[in-house]
């Protein structure tokens, strides 16, 4: 395999450059538009689909679109499961301080999946099942994600997947959901005021320069997560995803 000035090998970049176009695209894709994003030749793209397929990595729908194959989804759930255990001391830390759940949550395939969770030590608590998969407009994790992202590209992600209302206080327009959002971007946290469960409230922060889209969050009943503790859980949601972030980053 021929390899690249910088020290990589050639085929492997191609290989996950395709990978990575597909995953952006939504899950699927035609061989014309992977020909028009990227540099590489029409054959050479065919020849490593044709490759990725036979692996189980890619798969080729019936309508000739390529989409992600299964054998990703073992890849992804060990790296969830090591990204989650890489956050769980400052999860801990913010919740010996805080005295409320902390969770991490990822962004994939257009829905928060939750990936760790230290739980409160008071009997009354937010309890999230890690793996459990929520929807993004009604989540503090999931709001402090879309955050990150564009409004044409959340605009798709809600056009995908709903904006059901679990509760009476949840957003249901993509108006109001853009309008929240400019306001987090603004102040740099999100807040869950009541909009997944009646009577709790969650603040969420994303973590900066997070390979995949991530976020922590802190939660709780109303009648202990107020004013008073979001003024201490801010500062510490940030110090928290600033460490997370350079221990992601970090070689």
């Known amino acids: 395999m021929a390899a690249k000035a910088s020290g990589g090998v050639q085929s492997v970049e191609r290989v996950f450059e395709l990978l990575e ?44 679109r390529y989409a992600l194959g299964p054998r990703l989804i073992r890849l992804g759930e060990g790296a969830n499961k090591q990204l989650g255990a890489l956050a769980r001391p400052q999860l801990k830390m913010l919740v010996d301080r805080l005295g409320e759940t902390a969770n991490m949550a990822v962004l994939e395939s257009d829905m928060v999946i939750y990936i760790a969770q230290v739980p409160s030590p008071h009997s009354m608590r937010m309890f999230t099942e890690v793996g459990r998969r929520a929807h993004t407009h009604d989540t503090g994790v999931g709001k ?57 409230r969650c ?36 110090a928290a995803a600033a460490i997370i972030s350079s221990d992601m980053n970090s070689n």
Do not use: W
């Not at 894709?29 to 036979?54: A, C, M, Q």
């Not at 969420?204 to 802190?218: D, G, K, L």
């Open 21 to 64: 176009l597909i995953t952006d695209a939504g899950g699927d894709v035609t061989l014309s538009e992977l020909s028009g994003s990227t540099d590489l030749p029409l054959p050479t793209i065919h020849r490593l689909l044709r490759t990725l397929v036979s692996l189980g990595y890619i798969r080729q729908l019936p309508n000739r």
């Open 144 to 200: 402090a994600l879309l955050a990150q992202l564009d409004n044409d590209t959340v605009r798709g992600i809600i056009a995908r997947q709903g904006m059901p209302t679990p509760t009476t206080k949840s957003l249901g327009t993509i108006e109001g959901l853009l309008a929240d959002l400019e306001l987090i971007r603004a102040r740099g946290y999100s807040i869950d005021e009541e909009e997944q469960e009646l009577g709790v």
């Open 203 to 238: 603040f969420a922060m994303a973590v900066p320069n997070a390979p995949t889209p991530t976020a922590i969050s802190v939660s709780g009943p109303v009648t202990r997560v107020d004013q008073a503790f979001a003024d201490r859980a801010v500062p510490m949601l940030e």
